[in-house]
Every structure is written in C-alpha cells, then in structure tokens.
C-alpha cells in the first residue's frame, strides 16, 4: 500500500520535480494505491522488459486466482461449468500464462475456451465484457472475466518529466473477476447494447507503446476535454437505439481515470454528484487500476445501490486511441431475458 502524500519522498534526493509532484498529489483525488512491486524496496525503473514480463506472470497468478474464486463462489457457479474464460490485461504478457494455469488451479476442464484480450488499455473492461456476453449468448454456458492490471510494473527510469509524473502518481494495481451466466439463473443486470468511439484525430493523446525498459504511457492534459466532448455522441449511439435520453439512466458506473475525467463526464452528460460518487471513491482508495477500475466500480456500487429491476444504467471506460466504451445495462426483474444474457456476480 502507498500512501499518497509521501509520494514526493521517493523521488531522487533534490530532484526538481518534488513540488510539482506534491501540487499533482493533492488534486488527484487518491488517497493511496496498492502496489504489487513496491518502489521503495526494489529498483523496478531498472528492470528490462523480460524481468518485468517474468514478475507478473509470478505476482499475478495468486491475484487472478483469488478474484476468481471469489466470484465463483458468490455467483454461485461451479468451475467444471465455465465455457470461457477471459484474462483482460495491458500490463503482463506470457504463454503459457496467467490464464492458461488458473483452469486447473481452479478446477476448470481442459476445453474450457481461453482468451486473452491485451494491450488495450484501461478501455479494454468493455471489449472483454462484450466477449464473454458473446459466448453466453451463444453457448448457454457461464463465463469468467478476470481483469489483472500490474502498472507499477512499468514504472519508468528517470528523468521524469511532469507528463511522467503524473503517471507515476495515478496507477495502482488490481485483480477483480465477474461470471456471466444465463439470465435464467437470475443474478445482477445484464448487457443490452453496447457501444464504441474512437477519436482518430486525437490518437495520440494516450499511448501505450512497448519499449525496452516495461511499457511506456503517453498522457496528454487534454484527455479530459477530450472525452467531455465526445461523450455525447457516444451516449446517442448507445441510447437512441433504445429510446432512451441520458436523464432517463439513473446509474452510472464510470472508469476512475483521473479526478479530472472523472470531473469531464459529470459536466459533460449533467450528472449530479451522487451519480459518480461511487467512482471517485475506487479512485481514492485504489487510483487509476487500468482495465481493472470499471470492474472495481461496478463490484463496489451493484453491492451499495444495485441496479433497480427493469431500470438502466450505464459503464463506460477510455483509453488508448483515443477511445471510449459503453455498455447499456438493465436491472432484471425475475427471469426477464430482458436483460440479456450477461450477468455480473
């Protein structure tokens, strides 16, 4: 666990960026992260790529087994049942892998169908949603998505410039798994629609490119504005299809990439506060968590305030591209297939 306020103190004795990290600090809205490669016991900055690629294959195995067995045992499903499993990460990479050893450390069968979605970024929660709808929709069988996200991994060597001390500040780590079964089952909402945009003229704004010491991010400042202005294109191709308006979606689960896009969507759709209390609390207690902040938010709020029978709501991420995801979700009301065939435990 980092604490954020003794963020500045692990910088290089004089460095020049110990005020400004102090000032990106106290905006952030995070209170602390949690780290599985803690910065102030090993030199990670100095790792190449092969190191890093070898710890996550180490440091994530327990943590997706762990998010897993836990959603198995509240949704409850039994592992032989499961007909997809899907690992999101833009963090580690490895074959055979994360998921490739979580099927018999779990119980799962040797047919169960594995999938990798990768290198997508913090948008990626949605890509690996709609994946597993896909094949409950299809096959009748359950599915597992397991979001593992390793940023402090890819902690950069210095110099560090403002850009990269924002990034530096703003990533934590985190493993969180769903299962999505028949609506038969019953359960939570499930997946109406879903919905993407990428802004190609603004692509470069957010990178994520592979290099020889972890993976590197570009972050420009404009990203919020950015988001704030597409949205509501995104939210008419989502909605319009269904006859909805935004006022008439009454949940909001929104990925917690920063105080200032969490700030964007509130302006940008009129939400009130309350609406996305429930993401700028992930944010401060776990910060910016990759494709694992969606995840995170939608755990945290179904159990607190869960989606009312028949009502709609909405999860949205961004990420490299620039890119934003949307899902149209739908309380259920009985065994209403309504609500589709996704279901989050």
């Keep these: 666990m980092i604490d954020q306020q003794g963020l500045s103190s692990l910088l290089p004795e004089g460095h020049e960026g110990a005020r400004t990290l102090d000032k990106i600090v106290a905006g952030s809205g995070i209170d602390q992260r949690r780290l599985a490669v803690d910065p102030r016991v090993e030199d990670v900055a100095s790792w190449p790529t092969s190191e890093r690629m070898e710890r996550f294959q180490r440091e994530g195995l327990p943590l997706a087994r762990a998010a897993v067995s836990t959603a198995l045992h509240e949704a409850p499903v039994d592992p032989e049942e499961i007909g997809l499993l899907c690992l999101v990460s833009s963090t580690g990479y490895g074959t055979p892998g994360v998921e490739t050893r979580l099927l018999p450390e779990l119980g799962m069968r040797p047919s169960t169908r594995r999938l990798h979605v990768g290198h997508m970024g913090c948008f990626a929660a949605l890509p690996g949603l709609a994946a597993c709808d896909d094949h409950v929709r299809a096959h009748r069988t359950p599915a597992v998505l397991v979001n593992l996200e390793l940023s402090s991994l890819h902690l950069q060597p210095p110099p560090w410039n403002i850009e990269q001390l924002v990034i530096n500040s703003l990533f934590g780590d985190a493993a969180v798994a769903m299962v999505l ?165």
Excluded: K
């Design 181 to 345: 079964h028949d609506p038969e089952r019953g359960g939570g909402p499930g997946v109406l629609d879903l919905a993407s945009l990428t802004d190609h003229e603004h692509e470069d704004h957010m990178s994520w490119h592979v290099g020889d010491h972890g993976f590197t991010m570009g972050l420009s400042s404009q990203v919020p504005g950015l988001i704030g202005q597409a949205l509501p294109d995104l939210m008419a191709e989502l909605l319009s299809p269904h006859g909805l308006r935004t006022d008439e979606v009454g949940w909001w689960a929104i990925h917690p990439g920063g105080r200032r896009i969490v700030d964007a969507v509130e302006r940008s759709l009129s939400l009130d506060p309350a609406q996305v209390e429930g993401s700028r609390e992930i944010l401060r207690l776990l910060g910016n968590c990759s494709s694992s902040g969606l995840p995170l938010v939608m755990d945290s709020m179904l159990r607190s305030s869960p989606l009312a029978p028949g009502g709609y709501g909405v999860a949205m991420t961004f990420g490299p591209g620039l890119t934003l995801n949307a899902a149209l979700l739908r309380g259920r009301e009985g065994t209403d297939r309504d609500g589709g065939a996704g279901d989050h435990r």
